[in-house]
């Protein structure tokens, strides 16, 4: 753990010190969509939002930005996977760029994020570290159930930002590790769930240590607005703008799905089938794990197929580049893991294969809503060998639908060549 930590420090430092430009992050501007830069954001946030890949801002990020930007509180509604947390994230990176404070009082956090969840917690972090990786700002997260003494050593430092779940941070604040009197924009996210999972008081001792709602900026995300929601918003917030983002497709019209049950020796000729046989314009693969992906994507390309491969072990310049391709239509078949699909938005993909069934339902939406976009029809595909169909029924619990079932036929299998 800490030798890839170090080795990740080494890399960073070594990325820090090798130039950059703003003119190395060429988006051309597009109607409808809003980019990165259209809103003045510091050139250190501009080269991490470039080395993440992203290009235009999501709905949310569209919407919010530019009122956040100016201070101003917001509520939002929207669920993850829509890109609210680079939406809050830039916000808050934007702000401390812009105003550094003076050496003197440079130890106390300056920004707050509250999380119901450590898994969240650790996320949002993580997408911290990533968007502040060119600037010398420092992220502390600070979440239940483990290493006690490594989160303390983060906050002895100097910190600018804190993710936090909030039984955790009341035990720091108790201890004294942590004063939260120079906070300057609180985020409360997944409300909600907060609300849900009884941390209400927490968080309501929490924001009692920060400065008044006149003082600081707010920002509360919940993927629903209850009355509850509504009265701490209420409470908590000053003059706040709300911004509403309606749910990716869950069960959509838009997407047709059907699972076919397959032994796993069965998947790559059914694969074959499709990609051979089925009306695809383009379509994205998408399998659990980064080596599967490569060895799916190999495969693919030695049967002859035109395909390319996006996963985290991929550098950042080929992964831009095969998006590009595979925007403009020059490829067609690209093979997928979760994370690098997620914020790739593309019109005309008009298959989406799940080779394998993710492990988490929110996946499985984020993966079809790849394909049935911007009024067009799209086809879901899913194979379920004996590994992945116990997730069934909880897909369809959570999309509150069934999905169609189905046996291929024998000729559609190709099994001397599968496998
Ligand atoms: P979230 O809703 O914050 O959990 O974000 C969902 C996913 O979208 C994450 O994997 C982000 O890295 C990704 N993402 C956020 N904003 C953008 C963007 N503007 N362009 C592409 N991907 C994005």
Known sequence: ????????????????????????????????????????????????????????????????????????????????GTGKTAAFLITIITDLLENPLDEQFDREPRALILAPTRELALQIADDARHLTYFTDLNVASLVGGMYYDTQIKQVKGKIDIVVATPGRLIDFMRKREVFLDQIETLVIDEADRMLDMGFIPDVKSIERATPTPENRQTLMFSA???????????????????????????????????????????KYGLLKHFLQHDDIE???????????????????????????????????????????????????????????????????????????????????????????????????????????SFQIPALEKYMGAKIVLEYPPEEWLDKQKGG
């Not at 959509?252 to 699972?259: M, P």
Request: charged share 30%; net charge neutral; hydrophobic share 35%.
């Open 224 to 266: 629903t607005f209850s009355y509850d929601v509504l009265n701490l918003a209420n409470r908590w917030t000053r003059d706040p703008v709300t911004i509403e983002i309606e749910p990716e497709v869950k069960s959509s019209d838009a997407v047709e799905q059907k699972i076919f049950l397959v032994s796993a020796d069965e």
């Open 1 to 80: 753990m800490n030798g890839k930590l170090k080795n990740n420090e080494k890399q960073r430092a070594a990325e820090r010190k090798t130039a950059w430009s703003l003119a190395e992050f060429e988006v051309a501007p597009q109607e409808g969509h809003v980019r990165f830069h259209d809103l003045s954001l510091p050139d250190a946030l501009m080269r991490g939002i470039h080395r993440l890949g992203f290009e235009f801002c999501s709905p949310i990020q569209a919407k919010t930005l530019p009122i956040t930007l100016d201070g101003v509180d917001c509520i939002g509604k929207a669920q993850t």
């Open 282 to 388: 383009r379509v994205m693969i998408f399998a659990n794990r980064r080596d599967l992906v490569k060895t799916l994507s190999g495969r693919l390309k030695r049967d002859g197929f035109d395909c390319l491969m996006l996963s985290g072990e991929v550098p950042q310049a080929k992964r831009t580049s095969t998006l590009e391709k595979f925007k403009r239509g020059d490829l067609r078949i690209l093979v997928a893991t979760d994370v690098a699909g997620r914020g790739i938005h593309v019109d005309g993909v008009s298959h989406v294969v799940n080779f394998t069934l993710p492990e988490d339902a929110e996946d499985y939406v984020h993966r079809i809503g790849r394909t049935g976009r911007a009024g067009a029809k799209g086809k879901s595909i899913s194979f379920a060998c004996e590994d992945d």
